[in-house]
């Protein structure tokens, strides 16, 4: 199933590892290793966040996506679906509207 992922990164340790020449390494490392389909960085409530497209098959894909960013940079990961037009096309919004009026 195809989520978003988004991640808050926190200032710290972030701005340590940025001086340390380490941040853009850790962050392709992980990239790399979890293979998103689309990834797109930018401020987020005034902090450093991102958000990636990720296929999630089972709920077991969650750990291996997430704990890279929680071990590496303390962030917070949520996930949420994600649909394409066709996706809630299926959904049969009118029929739903109709059952529940």
Same mark, same amino acid.
């Given at each position: 199933?195809?989520?978003?992922?988004?991640?808050?990164?926190?200032?710290?340790?972030?701005?340590?590892?940025?001086?340390?020449?380490? $941040?853009?390494?850790?962050?392709? @490392?992980?990239?790399?290793?979890?293979?998103?389909?689309? +990834?797109?960085?930018? !401020?987020?409530? %005034?902090?450093?966040?991102?958000?990636?497209?990720?296929?999630?098959?089972?709920?077991?894909?969650?750990?291996?996506? $997430?704990?890279?960013?929680?071990? @590496?940079?303390?962030?917070?990961?949520?996930?949420?679906? +994600?649909?394409?037009? !066709?996706?809630? %096309?299926?959904?049969?919004?009118?029929?739903?509207?109709?059952?529940?009026?």
């Amino acid at each position: 199933m195809r989520m978003l992922m988004h991640l808050h990164l926190p200032i710290e340790p972030f701005n340590t590892l940025v001086r340390q020449g380490t $941040a853009g390494t850790k962050l392709r @490392q992980i990239l790399e290793a979890i293979k998103p389909e689309a +990834a797109y960085f930018s !401020e987020q409530h %005034g902090k450093r966040g991102g958000v990636l497209v990720v296929d999630v098959k089972e709920p077991s894909d969650v750990p291996r996506l $997430a704990e890279p960013f929680f071990l @590496q940079f303390n962030a917070e990961v949520e996930f949420r679906v +994600a649909m394409t037009p !066709e996706d809630l %096309g299926r959904a049969n919004l009118d029929a739903l509207g109709k059952q529940w009026s």
